[in-house]
């Protein structure tokens, strides 16, 4: 057998990646894997992004693992601090030393005469192509595209004389001191970064065509202080985890059954650290129900007070052109810019962008289902992680790395070599990934569909997938296993 054959091929050395080498290890300690990386550095978007004030729009207490609980003091915590996190989580359970490099998957091909994969893998250090073999695939690379982030084409761009600069690839050594900043979108980067270079910029823009839902959580939980001071060491975690998974997933349920009343509220609770005059409705009301987007959170209404001290504008329009020296708007408005920051969003790509052939055909994503989320139609001996996109990506990736391990058990012990999930017929596709944001929008076709049943059903409800994902038969009629 080659030295380059692996039972288990991780993809990706982010927050997934770890959370599965953990449970990998954990579960079969002879069984040989490894974590391709296509960068030098694990952490995923953690150590990607460097943009002021990155920080996570997901209390941390979910976002942690569950087998290592966050006891960090902040609730919503800094990217420097996440990385460390992810770090020192991957050194503890010795998974840093199955990352391989430097290592970009670009094909998958599975084999049903060999029951493996072969994956080709570009070196970016040595410029070779390397090929590796593996039992079972699994891909922890989300569904953004790390190369690339998106803007619009708009007209005039090319003509804007000033410092364009996308999030995804922030310059380090970028000075905006006493500089008239626009940043254009509404999304959880702008509203991140905004607030972190306010202090510093001369003054910042906030230009949105759409507004976006915002609520204020604090940095540092009181009552999570609490139950840390006055609950049994073995029980902190635990509780804490619960509180946050009960919040979380209550408040999108409630805002989802009852939108008007969550408009309501969203709004009172914005309003209380506004200025007077400043038109909510006009800014911060979408022509959206709450969570038909994802909300986007501030730590200690961050953003809100930088509006009122005007520090930072928001203004509400389309842009008609941009100029030599900034950007004109469609109501006539002229907004003069030293650098613009183009936080408009991010390209989606499944699984990494690579090539999936199986037994010499070559997969389309966009025409596969997937099984309880985290497997596909007719792919042989694969899965994946793509978190909540209504809570922590964390809660989701945990259950799926449980399942994998269920599976691979299952396998073991009934000597089976391959499992294949097989679609029934007359499976009506629904989104995989249930919002109408933009980048969700340009990624259709791009990604695999949930079917309108179980186990093809997406429920979105971490509850429910905690049950079902644990308790539900492995060999239940739907995966064949050979």
């Not at 449970?23 to 952490?43: D, N, T, V």
């Not at 005039?156 to 600069?165: E, P």
């Not at 070559?362 to 139609?377: C, E, N, P, V, W």
């Not at 691979?408 to 990934?433: F, Y």
Request: net charge positive; proline share 5%; glycine share 8%.
């Amino acid at each position: 057998m080659s030295k380059h054959h692996y039972d288990v091929l991780i993809v990706g050395a982010g927050l997934s990646g770890i959370d599965a080498a953990v449970h990998i290890s954990k579960a079969f300690p002879k069984k040989k894997y490894a974590i391709l990386e296509q960068r030098g550095e694990l952490g995923g978007t953690w150590s990607l992004f460097k943009y002021p004030g990155i920080r996570s729009d997901s209390d941390m207490y979910t976002l942690g693992f569950g087998f290592r609980p966050w006891d960090g003091k902040h609730a919503i915590a800094d990217g420097a601090d996440i990385l460390r996190y992810l770090k020192d989580t991957a050194h503890e359970y010795k998974v840093d030393k199955h990352v391989l490099y430097h290592r970009k998957a670009t094909t998958y091909e599975w084999s049903s005469d060999d029951k493996r994969w072969t994956v080709t893998v570009a070196n970016s250090e040595s410029g070779e192509t390397e090929t590796l073999t593996c039992d079972f695939l699994f891909s922890t690379s989300g569904y953004y595209n790390y190369e690339a982030g998106y803007t619009p084409d708009w007209p005039g761009f090319d003509k804007y004389a000033g410092t364009v600069v996308h999030p995804q690839f922030w310059p380090e050594d970028l000075d905006y001191t006493g500089k008239r900043v626009v940043v254009i979108g509404s999304g959880a980067t702008a509203v991140t970064l905004i607030p972190s270079m306010a202090d510093k910029a001369g003054h910042i823009t906030m230009l949105q065509r759409t507004p976006t839902f915002i609520v204020s959580q604090p940095k540092i939980d009181p009552i999570a202080e609490t139950i840390k001071k006055i609950a049994p060491k073995k029980q902190r975690a635990k509780l804490i985890h619960a509180r946050y998974a009960a919040i979380t997933i209550g408040f999108y349920e409630f805002c989802r059954r009852n939108p008007t009343a969550a408009k309501i509220l969203l709004k009172r609770w914005a309003k209380m650290h506004l200025p007077k005059d400043f038109d909510y409705d006009k800014h911060l009301t979408p022509p959206y129900a709450p969570w038909d987007q994802r909300l986007c959170v501030v730590p200690n209404a961050d953003l809100f007070r930088a509006v009122h001290s005007h520090q930072v504008d928001i203004i509400t329009d389309h842009i008609e052109r941009f100029t030599k020296t900034g950007i004109t708007l469609q109501s006539g408005e002229r907004l003069a810019a030293d650098i613009v920051v183009t936080a408009t969003g991010l390209d989606v790509v499944a699984m990494g962008g690579a090539e999936f052939i199986v037994d010499g055909e070559k997969i389309d994503m966009g025409q596969r289902f997937t099984y309880k989320a985290l497997m596909l139609s007719d792919v042989p001996n694969f899965a994946f992680v793509i978190g909540y996109s209504n809570a922590s990506w964390t809660l989701k990736a945990d259950l799926v790395c449980e399942y994998v391990v269920r599976l691979l058990k299952h396998m073991d012990k009934h000597d089976h070599k391959v499992a294949v999930p097989r679609i029934a017929e007359g499976m009506e596709p629904a989104p995989v990934l249930d919002l109408t944001s933009g980048y969700i929008q340009r990624a259709a076709g791009k990604l695999p569909s949930a079917g309108d049943r179980d186990p093809w059903r997406l429920k979105q409800n971490w509850y429910f997938d905690k049950k079902f994902l644990r308790s539900s038969k492995v060999n239940d009629g739907v995966i064949d296993f050979s």
